[in-house]
C-alpha cells in the first residue's frame, strides 16, 4: 500500500511553493519521496524554505520566477525537464487575491489576476505537456478554489479565475489523457494562509467560516498535501478531469 502513494524518483513543479498551500503541497509530496522544485518570485524566500526541507533529508531545489512572466515561466519548465530528463508533475498553485467592491475594480486590476490565476496555468500547462507527452506520462495539479463554485462579493476577478480553471482542466483532460497525462483541480475552502490573513484576523468572517463550515473551523495548510500525493502518485492513475474539493464540506453544506 505504501507504493501506492510514494512518489519516489519522480520530479514535481510547485508553483508559489514558497508559503501557504504550495509549501504545504511541496512538503507532502517531498515527504513521499519526490523531488520538488519550488518555484515563486523571490529567491530569497525560495531559498529558504527549501533549506528547511533539506534540513529533513527531503529533496528540494528551486526555480525562481514569476508565473505572469510567460517567457520566463515557459523557459523555467524546459530548463526543469532538461535538468532531471523529466517532468512527472506540474503542480500550478501560484496565485493572487483583489479584494474591492465592483465599482472599484480597474480593468488592469482583473487582468493582473486572470493572467497570474489563469492564463499563467494554461502556459504552464502547455509547457509541462511538451516534457510529458514523450514519456507517455504526466500528472497537471491545478489549484482551484472552492470559490470557483460559489462565489462572495468584491473578488470577482479571482472567482472568475478560478471558475476558469475548471473548463480549462477538463479540455487538458481529454486532449491529454490519451497521451499517458491526467488534469485535475484541487479546491480549497477557508485556509489559514497568507493570503487570507486579513480575513482569519477578522472575527466577524472566522465566525460566518465556522458556521458555515461542518468541521467547524478553518483548515490548515498541511492538511491540502495529501490531495497533491494521492493526484500525483500511482494511487490517483485513473483520476483525469476531477475537481477535488477540500473544503471540511462547506460546499455541500445545506
Same mark, same amino acid.
Given at each position: 500500500?505504501?507504493?501506492?502513494?510514494?512518489?519516489?524518483?519522480?520530479v514535481a513543479l510547485v508553483t508559489?511553493?514558497?508559503r501557504g498551500l504550495g509549501l504545504a503541497m511541496a512538503t507532502a509530496m517531498a515527504e513521499a519521496g519526490g523531488t520538488v522544485v519550488l518555484n515563486g518570485r523571490d529567491p530569497k524566500t525560495l531559498d529558504a524554505a527549501a533549506a528547511k526541507?533539506?534540513?529533513?533529508?527531503?529533496?528540494a531545489e528551486t526555480a525562481p520566477f514569476d508565473v505572469s512572466d510567460f517567457d520566463a515561466a515557459t523557459k523555467a519548465v524546459a530548463a526543469i525537464a532538461r535538468k532531471h530528463g523529466r517532468l512527472d508533475a506540474a503542480v500550478l498553485n501560484a496565485g493572487i487575491q483583489h479584494r474591492v467592491p465592483l465599482l472599484e475594480w480597474k480593468t488592469e486590476d482583473f487582468q493582473r489576476v486572470i493572467d497570474t490565476n489563469l492564463t499563467a496555468c494554461f502556459v504552464l500547462a502547455r509547457e509541462a505537456a511538451r516534457?510529458? #507527452?514523450?514519456?507517455?506520462?504526466?500528472r497537471i495539479i491545478?489549484?482551484?478554489? #472552492?470559490? +470557483? #463554485?460559489?462565489?462572495?462579493?468584491t473578488i470577482h476577478g479571482y472567482t472568475a479565475a478560478k471558475a476558469g480553471l475548471a473548463g480549462l482542466c477538463?479540455?487538458?483532460?481529454?486532449?491529454?489523457?490519451?497521451?499517458?497525462?491526467? @488534469?485535475?483541480? #484541487? @479546491?480549497?475552502?477557508?485556509?489559514?494562509?497568507?493570503m487570507n490573513t486579513a480575513l482569519t484576523q477578522n472575527p466577524d468572517f472566522t465566525a460566518w467560516v465556522k458556521s458555515?463550515?461542518?468541521l467547524g473551523r478553518w483548515a490548515k495548510p498541511p492538511e491540502i498535501g495529501g490531495a497533491a500525493v494521492f493526484l500525483a502518485s500511482p494511487? +490517483?492513475?485513473?483520476?483525469?478531469?476531477?475537481?477535488?474539493?477540500?473544503?471540511?464540506?462547506m460546499v455541500d453544506m445545506a
Open positions: 500500500m505504501s507504493d501506492l502513494f510514494s512518489l519516489k524518483d519522480h508559489g511553493g514558497s526541507l533539506k534540513a529533513r533529508g527531503l529533496k516534457a510529458m #507527452i514523450p514519456r507517455g506520462a504526466g491545478m489549484t482551484g478554489s #472552492i470559490m +470557483g #463554485i460559489v462565489a462572495r462579493p477538463k479540455t487538458l483532460a481529454v486532449e491529454l489523457g490519451p497521451k499517458g497525462v491526467t @488534469c485535475n483541480v #484541487i @479546491c480549497p475552502g477557508f485556509f489559514e494562509t497568507e458555515r463550515v461542518p494511487a +490517483g492513475s485513473f483520476v483525469n478531469g476531477h475537481m477535488l474539493v477540500v473544503d471540511g464540506g
